[in-house]
């Protein structure tokens, strides 16, 4: 006894298979998203002398005091932004210098912008990678060649506190751990001077300014009020006007994000024609889904038989437009078919076969006879379609001379 086939060919259900397809999308969707925000998603808050580091060294702690005075602050990772940014540009520069910063170019920085000398230096704890393990002075002549950007015979100094100074901004009573670092140049302008140097430099001819001392805006210093208090007179003095955001630097500290393809296809103005494919695909695949009946059947690019070379010939005349000039040829064609049904003598003048078929159409009370017909189809034709209805009546005509044989 034989078996029973089985139905279905089908091992999945409708059902199964939108799952499998559905998941199948989102897991997608998922690695393609995490390769354009990874960078983003990663923490970044480790020891050093950048914007996002928390610990001592770091200027985390500024970006909380900015954002608590209620001021705008951006943490820039674009290379970009440092030769174009609309409000104050912040360089906290490493104890390293601008080594990693290989197309740094001094003369295209944004302005305003405020350059903080390094003075100290570190390690991270291994444990916990976020903490300062040991911080140590940094040699004074590690840090003039730093500054060395901005004057090469820029010297730098130590002193003790110097107590209150005065500022564009006020009076000021900054705490400086250890020494207070300053510098010397016969080629940057003073703005603020203190006892034995200058705490705050400019470049000639440009709002570009060099801090000496990171101990003013750095998270240790910060903890004192004084130094918090003259960070945020310092901002405030920098600005062109109150609104403008404050932007902090970190590409020179090793986290430059370059442009991402696949972040620009989310974002303005390429954020409409990315929603409008992304709909095209679903419906594209919705309608593949629901496509109901067996697929169309694979046909032979080049067919074979009579019906294939009428077809291929109509189309040659009409690529070529030469159907208005086939309706003579037409008639011609009919004429010698009915010559032979008629029995007529093939060698029969066209004067001869006319009177035939005429008397003939008249003894079958037809309701035209050869010599209207042919007359339709010697004279203009309109277009197409009067072609086809001319050829058409002609065609019925002969089948009804010819019995409809």
Do not use: C
Not at 30 to 35: G, Q
Not at 244 to 268: K, M, N
Not at 368 to 389: C, H
Request: no cysteine; proline share 6%; charged share 25%.
């Amino acid at each position: 006894m034989s078996e029973r086939l089985p139905q279905e060919t089908n091992p999945f259900s409708a059902i199964t298979s939108a799952v499998m397809i559905g998941v199948g999308l989102m897991v997608f969707i998922a690695i393609f998203a995490l390769l354009g925000w990874s960078p983003d998603l990663a923490n970044k808050n480790r020891a050093g002398q950048h914007p996002y580091s928390s610990s001592a060294l770091g200027y985390g702690g500024l970006v909380k005091l900015l954002e608590a005075d209620g001021q705008t602050v951006n943490v820039s990772r674009l290379a970009s932004s440092l030769e174009y940014t609309d409000g104050v540009l912040v360089l906290t520069l490493p104890r390293y210098g601008l080594n990693r910063a290989t197309e740094f170019d001094l003369e295209n920085v944004s302005e305003p912008a405020l350059y903080v000398l390094p003075k100290w230096s570190g390690f991270a704890d291994r444990e916990k990678p976020s903490w300062q393990k040991d911080t140590d002075l940094m040699d004074r002549r590690s840090v003039a060649l730093v500054a060395q950007e901005f004057d090469p015979d820029i010297a730098i100094w130590r002193l003790r506190n110097p107590g209150r100074i005065r500022t564009p901004f006020g009076s000021q009573s900054p705490k400086f751990e250890h020494e207070m670092q300053v510098l010397e140049s016969e080629v940057l302008e003073t703005v603020i001077e203190t006892p034995g140097g200058t705490l705050l430099a400019k470049l000639p001819g440009r709002d570009i300014y060099i801090l000496s001392d990171p101990d003013v805006v750095n998270t240790f210093g910060l903890a004192r009020s004084e130094n918090a208090r003259m960070a945020l007179g310092l901002m405030d003095w920098l600005k062109y006007f109150p609104e403008q955001p404050v932007t902090l630097d970190a590409t020179i500290h090793g986290f430059e994000r370059s442009e991402s393809l696949l972040r620009a296809i989310f974002d303005v103005p390429f954020l409409g024609a990315t929603m409008i494919a992304l709909a095209t695909m679903l419906l594209i695949t919705w309608g593949a889904f629901i496509r109901f009946g067996p697929p169309n059947r694979e046909e032979r690019v080049l067919s074979f038989g009579k019906k294939a070379l009428a077809e291929s010939s109509a189309g040659l005349i009409s690529m070529a437009r030469r159907e208005s000039q086939m309706a003579p040829g037409y008639a011609q064609t009919v004429q010698r078919d009915l010559t032979k049904r008629l029995g007529l003598p093939p060698h029969t003048s066209p004067e001869a076969f006319a009177q035939t078929a005429d008397r003939i159409a008249e003894q079958k009370d037809l309701s035209s006879n050869w010599s209207q017909q042919k007359d339709r189809l010697t004279t203009p034709i309109a277009g197409r379609n009067d072609l086809r209805d001319k050829a058409l009546a002609l065609w019925r005509w002969r089948k009804e001379m010819s019995d409809g044989n």
